[in-house]
Nanobody
Framework: QLQASGGGLVQTGESLRLSCSAPGITLGSSAVGWYRQAPGQAHEWISCISSSGSGTLYANSVKGRFTISRDDAETTVYLQMNSLKPEDTAVYYC???????????????WGQGTLVTVSS
């Protein structure tokens, strides 16, 4: 089962690293997208990475602060989040698809989310 983990409570300016993994399953053949949903708001796409790891995209709201990457074993995709702001507070989800995309309909599998709370 796909799962996002690594969330928590941090203060403004601090960092967190989220992980996306599925025990016993390699993610090497899949593109991975990260989304978030703040309370009372719609899902927001924030980043994606190609199956090879060579192609990445970021939403303007996180560009320069967040970095998506894959581990060499192809079992985990990470989202390094630096310089966190209160507006980054949300439940973060990862998703698997055949190619990187912003459109959530392009992803076939969604993981359980992890809550990130950034206090001011």
């Amino acid at each position: 089962q796909l799962q996002a983990s690594g969330g928590g409570l941090v203060q403004t300016g601090e960092s967190l690293r989220l992980s996306c993994s599925a025990p016993g399953i390699t993610l090497g053949s899949s593109a991975v997208g990260w989304y978030r949903q703040a309370p009372g708001q719609a899902h927001e796409w924030i980043s994606c990475i190609s199956s090879s790891g060579s192609g990445t995209l970021y939403a303007n709201s996180v560009k320069g602060r967040f970095t998506i990457s894959r581990d060499d074993a192809e079992t985990t995709v990470y989202l390094q989040m630096n310089s966190l702001k209160p507006e980054d507070t949300a439940v973060y989800y990862c998703a698997l698809g055949s190619k990187r995309a912003q459109d959530p309909n392009m992803y076939d599998y969604w993981g359980q989310g992890t809550l990130v709370t950034v206090s001011s």
